[in-house]
């Protein structure tokens, strides 16, 4: 099983429309689960942290269960400045350094007028 | 906004030759990492480096790579001897060391070529 597993999309969807990405994990023992963005040759950007009650961030909400080793992460009402690759992210956990991150191959979005 | 600067952008070389990359990090951060991004491939951490010296490294940072803050600002990755399959874009990373933020700042990467 990979270590952070994620649908490589791509999502093709029209503006406004709500749009739902998942990932799984494999290593239990990690504590710190994330979003980021990339865009085309860009780096990476925090999009927000995931926690285990759900966090919302206006139009992005990120969700975490556990239990099932799964991070989700919903746009609603998406805008053309939205297309980009997703980045499901956790961290190593078991005494990895905090900022030693693992992370998906990430999901393409494509948000068409 | 502060941001992380790298340079080069990017850098062609043939293999077998060093090549150094150079970082500079925000300024209050106190936790370096670089991080590479084969083409169409995932991000991979390579190495973190904390009040000078490697906190943690990953299998792909063998002996022919090194880290140096040489001073209180730069901090470089050095590929003794690149092979073929070190061409890549490679982040470099700074954060606050905030526990679980997991926000990393990345630079904008150096494209390594190697030929």
């Known amino acids: 099983r990979k270590e952070v597993e994620q649908d490589p999309g791509p999502f093709n969807v029209p503006e406004g429309a709500t749009v739902a990405f998942n990932c799984t994990y494999s290593n239990s023992a990690s504590q710190s689960f994330f979003w980021y963005r990339q865009d085309c040759r860009k780096e990476p950007k925090l999009l927000m942290s995931?926690?285990?009650s759900g966090n919302e961030d206006g139009r992005f909400t990120a969700q975490l269960n556990r239990a099932s080793q799964y991070i989700s992460l919903l746009i609603r009402d998406s805008k053309l400045s939205d297309s980009a690759t997703y980045l499901c992210v956790v961290n190593r956990g078991y005494g990895g350094s905090q900022g030693n991150l693992i992370f998906g191959k990430g999901t393409k979005l494509s948000v068409k007028p | 906004e502060p941001e992380v600067t790298q340079t080069p952008s990017h850098q062609v070389t043939q293999m077998g030759q060093e090549v150094i990359l150079r970082c500079v990090p925000i300024?209050?951060?106190?936790?370096f990492y670089w991080y590479r991004q084969i083409l169409g491939q995932k991000v991979e951490f390579l190495v973190s480096f904390y009040n000078n010296e490697i906190s943690e490294k990953s299998e792909i940072f063998d002996d022919q790579f090194s880290v140096e803050r040489p001073d209180g600002s730069n901090f470089t990755l050095k590929i003794r001897s690149t092979k073929l399959e070190d061409s890549a874009m490679y982040f470099c990373?700074?954060?606050?060391?905030?526990?679980?933020?997991?926000?990393?700042?990345f630079g904008e990467g150096s494209r390594l070529t190697v030929l």
């Open positions: 300024s209050n951060h106190l936790y």
């Open positions: 995931v926690y285990s």
């Open positions: 990373a700074s954060s606050d060391g905030q526990a679980n933020t997991g926000e990393l700042f």
